[in-house]
């Protein structure tokens, strides 16, 4: 069965990093693109980032140049590096996963986890 599970949310405050990861069990990672989603109180589920299964990557425009992903298959982890976050980075954030192709699309996923909360604030 497809898991996925989510960590590394916490308090931080503005201008600080935080490094979540989403590792995998009952598949192969190898062979899925994961991607990283937020959604803050009263907003839509958004694309954050996205990792195809051969390490190709795409960035919403609101993160790129501050966050970064990257996967290691033989931990079945796939990691978001966040730095220089910002209040409105604010969201439990969710990985997901799909086969190979990386899309920043949530209705393109159909397995999920269940997410883990990132608060910026001083």
């Known amino acids: 069965q497809l898991q996925l599970v989510e960590s590394g949310g916490g308090l931080v405050q503005p201008g600080g990093s935080l490094r979540l990861s989403c590792e995998a069990s009952g598949f192969t990672l190898n062979y899925y693109a994961i991607g990283w989603f937020r959604q803050a109180p009263g907003k839509e589920r958004e694309g954050v980032s996205c990792?195809?299964?051969?390490?190709?990557?795409n960035y919403a425009d609101s993160v790129r140049g501050r966050f970064t992903i990257s996967r290691d298959n033989a931990k079945k982890t796939v990691y978001l590096q966040m730095n220089s976050l910002k209040p409105e980075d604010t969201a439990v954030y969710y990985c997901?996963?799909?086969?190979?192709?990386?899309?920043?699309?949530?209705?393109?996923?159909?397995?999920w986890g269940q997410g883990t909360q990132v608060t910026v604030s001083a």
């Open positions: 997901a996963a799909r086969s190979h192709l990386c899309n920043m699309r949530p209705r393109e996923y159909s397995n």
């Open positions: 990792i195809s299964s051969i390490g190709g990557t």
